[in-house]
């Protein structure tokens, strides 16, 4: 038959690889001649809860628009974290810094949770830390918390990296 229609095929859609979660969203100006120029900022954190995380900026005239240009920036800015493996927490006490703003992350017992707010508890949970304290000192902007939770997270290190840079065994390390 000529008007027979095709059943629609839905397509599958594959799982994401990263999660993501919109830290902040600014409305921000620029005066020209005629007037205020108005758009919006979006800050975005993407991560897969297995220890890989990165965070993304981006500008648009239109929110949504603004969302995904930091998710695709997000997603091309995505290092990998060096988290403790039987109970996933981070190695050893750190402290970031970025502008006016320091984040002070530390280890805690399996079961204390994520103790941390706003930005710090966005990128550590999206890192895949399920037992952490943290702390911010200073300047709470969000973009310099992120940036400086980052500059903690960063300059974490294993026990057998510290080892290996030291030529011993982890044995004479701890």
Avoid: W
């Avoid at 095709?6 to 993501?20: A, G, H, L, S, T």
């Amino acid at each position: 038959m000529p008007n027979e229609r095709k059943p629609m095929r839905r397509r599958e859609r594959e799982p994401k690889e990263f999660e993501d979660v919109v830290v902040s969203i600014n409305r921000v100006s620029k005066t020209v001649k005629g007037g205020r120029r108005m758009r919006f900022s979006a800050l975005v954190v993407v991560g897969d809860k297995k220890g890989r995380v990165g965070f993304g900026m981006g500008k648009a005239a239109e929110v949504p628009d603004a969302i995904k240009k930091a998710t695709d920036a997000a997603t091309k800015n995505v290092f990998r974290v060096n988290l403790v493996e039987d109970n996933r927490t981070v190695p050893h006490s750190a402290k970031g810094k970025h502008g006016a703003s320091s984040v002070f992350l530390a280890p805690a017992a399996p079961g204390t949770g994520v103790i941390a707010g706003g930005a710090v508890r966005s990128i550590l949970e999206l890192a895949g830390v399920s037992d952490v304290l943290s702390k911010v000192i200073g300047s709470r902007t969000p973009v310099n918390v992120v940036y400086a939770t980052l500059d903690a997270l960063q300059s974490m290190r294993t026990v057998n990296e510290v080892a290996k840079s030291r030529d011993k065994k982890v044995a004479e390390i701890r």
